[in-house]
């Protein structure tokens, strides 16, 4: 390279005068297969010269093809690793947010069910609550009927001792013309209050003999009792 020597415009008259230099001298003789010899190695050296460049461009251009492709497919390799990360990377997020819906949604259910639940005790209360206000009432209900019955009994006893009793028809009657005579000299007449309080004490003392027994209720007075009942808890409904 330093002289050249591999351009065809040194090598080959350089080998040509070679090639005649030793066959002036005697040192060499061309036979036809010398010719032949030399005419073969013209042609390699003009084809390695002048086909040399052609040969290897084209070589290069193959490599470079066959590079690129390789590229290409390794990028498209690249391209569906990415995408397959990016798709694994999407179900993670999907994953994560069905996670925080069930979540939410647990937290709902929960809110829900405590609620309801509220609302039924809510609902249970109301329900005793009007239960014990119905029971109230028909106690009291209960209690006015007794009072008023007891003082309707109570008068018609004393209405009815005083008329099986003429001793206590003469004594109010004189009681009362003596008050009509003089009022302030009148002494007060406690012959009904003692009735009154007689038949009293002897209904008490009935009640507190027929505590812890049982009593038996006639049919209507049982139907009237359920028809009481029924009415005041449709009411509390």
């Not at 351009?7 to 030793?22: K, M």
């Not at 013209?42 to 193959?62: K, N, Q, T, W």
């Not at 590079?67 to 694994?88: P, W």
């Not at 009681?175 to 302030?184: E, K, V, Y």
């Amino acid at each position: 390279e330093k002289y050249s020597l591999n351009e065809p415009s040194r090598f080959v008259p350089l080998t040509v005068g070679g090639f005649g230099l030793a066959s002036a001298t005697g040192l060499y003789h061309f036979d036809p297969e010398s010719q032949l010899l030399a005419l073969w190695v013209l042609f390699c050296g003009v084809v390695y010269s002048r086909g040399g460049p052609v040969i290897a461009a084209s070589l290069d251009e193959m490599k470079e093809a066959i590079l690129k492709e390789q590229n290409e497919l390794e990028d498209k390799e690249i391209d569906g690793v990415k995408a397959t990360i990016a798709a694994h990377k999407m179900q993670e997020e999907v994953f994560e947010d069905l996670t925080e819906l069930f979540e939410a949604q647990k937290a709902i259910q929960a809110d829900l069910a405590s609620t309801a639940e509220n609302m039924l005790r809510h609902q249970v209360r109301d329900a005793v609550v009007s239960r014990l206000d119905s029971l109230a009432a028909l106690e009291q209900k209960y209690a006015d009927d007794l009072r008023s019955e007891i003082v309707s009994k109570a008068t018609a006893s004393v209405r009815t001792t005083y008329s099986s009793d003429s001793s206590l028809k003469s004594s109010a009657l004189a009681n009362a013309i003596s008050a009509l005579g003089n009022p302030s000299a009148a002494k007060k007449d406690t012959t009904v209050g003692d009735l009154y309080s007689k038949y009293l004490k002897d209904f008490s003392a009935k009640v507190a003999a027929s505590q812890g027994k049982e009593v038996e209720l006639s049919a209507a007075d049982q139907a009237a009792i359920k028809e009481t009942v029924g009415t005041i808890l449709h009411r509390a409904k």
